[in-house]
C-alpha cells in the first residue's frame, strides 16, 4: 500500500506541473485555452493572473514532491497538507470556476490521501 500511495502522490505533483505549464507558459495557446474554456481575448487579458495561479500549483507539486521523498513523520505530514491543499483548492475551484475540477482535482487527491492514510 505504501508504494501506491507514493505513486498516487507523486501523479497528483504530476498533475499540477501540468497545470503550472498549462497556466504560466501555455495559457493563451488553443491548448489551454480548450483546456479551461477560454478564448483569445480573455486569455491575453488574464494572463498575469493565469501565471500566478500556475506559480501555486508549482508549490503544491514541490510540497507533494517534498513530502513523497521526506522521511516520516515529515513526509508523512507533508502529504497530509498539500493533499489536503489541493482537495480544498478543487472544492473551491468546483464551485466558482467549473465542477469539472472536482473530478480532475479534488477526487484523486482524496484517494491518494485515503491511500496515504491506509499505508501509515
Given at each position: 500500500m505504501s508504494i501506491a500511495a507514493t505513486v498516487a502522490v507523486l501523479l497528483i505533483a504530476a498533475l499540477h506541473v501540468y497545470i503550472l505549464c498549462l497556466e504560466m507558459f501555455l495559457w493563451t495557446t488553443p491548448r489551454a485555452r480548450a483546456a479551461f474554456g477560454?478564448?483569445?481575448?480573455?486569455?491575453?487579458?488574464?494572463?498575469?493572473?493565469?501565471?500566478?495561479?500556475?506559480?501555486?500549483?508549482?508549490?503544491?507539486?514541490?510540497?507533494?514532491?517534498?513530502?513523497?521523498?521526506?522521511?516520516?513523520?515529515v513526509g508523512f505530514q507533508a502529504k497530509l497538507f498539500f493533499l489536503g491543499c489541493v482537495a480544498v483548492a478543487g472544492l473551491f475551484g468546483a464551485v466558482t470556476a467549473s465542477r469539472r475540477i472536482l473530478y480532475v482535482q479534488t477526487v484523486p487527491a482524496v484517494v491518494a490521501l485515503l491511500l496515504v492514510l491506509l499505508a501509515h
Open positions: 477560454t478564448d483569445p481575448a480573455f486569455a491575453a487579458a488574464t494572463k498575469t493572473l493565469a501565471a500566478n495561479q500556475g506559480l501555486y500549483n508549482g508549490f503544491l507539486a514541490a510540497g507533494l514532491v517534498w513530502g513523497a521523498v521526506a522521511s516520516d513523520p
